[in-house]
C-alpha cells in the first residue's frame, strides 16, 4: 500500500518559514507528478504547488515568489519551502502523488497543519 508522510508543520509567526517534507513509500517516486495542497476550515482544497518528474514546478498565484517546491527522487522526498507565511497560509497542508499515465493512481497523505499567528 502506498504511503505519503508529511512533516514539518507548525506554528509560525507572520513572516516567518517552514519547510515542509513529504515522503512516500511502496511507490515508484520518480514518475509521479508530486504536488502539495491546502485546505482551510470551510474552504475548499486547493493547489499549492506541484513538480513534473522532470522537476517542472509550478505554483499557485498567491503564493509564487515566496514558497519553492523542489524533490529527490533518491530519498523519494517532495519538500516545500514555505517563506514570508502570512495569516492567510494557515491551513492543513497535503501531499499529493499522481501517476501521469494512469489517473487510478492518485494518493494522498495524511497532512500537517499549518498555523501563522502571531
Known amino acids: 500500500q502506498v504511503q505519503l508522510v508529511e512533516s514539518g508543520g507548525g506554528l509560525v509567526q507572520p513572516g516567518g518559514s517552514l519547510r515542509l517534507t513529504c515522503t512516500g513509500s511502496r511507490i515508484v517516486f520518480s514518475i509521479y507528478r508530486m504536488g502539495w495542497y491546502r485546505q482551510a476550515p470551510g474552504k475548499q482544497r486547493e493547489l499549492v504547488a506541484a513538480?513534473?518528474?522532470?522537476?517542472?514546478?509550478n505554483y499557485a498565484d498567491s503564493v509564487k515568489g515566496r514558497f519553492t517546491i523542489s524533490r529527490d527522487n533518491a530519498k523519494n522526498t517532495v519538500y516545500l519551502q514555505m517563506n514570508s507565511l502570512k495569516p492567510e497560509d494557515t491551513a492543513l497542508y497535503y501531499c499529493?502523488?499522481?501517476?501521469?499515465?494512469?489517473?487510478?493512481?492518485?494518493?494522498w497523505g495524511q497532512g500537517t497543519q499549518v498555523t501563522v499567528s502571531s
Open positions: 513538480i513534473t518528474s522532470g522537476a517542472r514546478p
Open positions: 499529493n502523488a499522481r501517476n501521469p499515465i494512469s489517473s487510478g493512481e492518485n494518493y
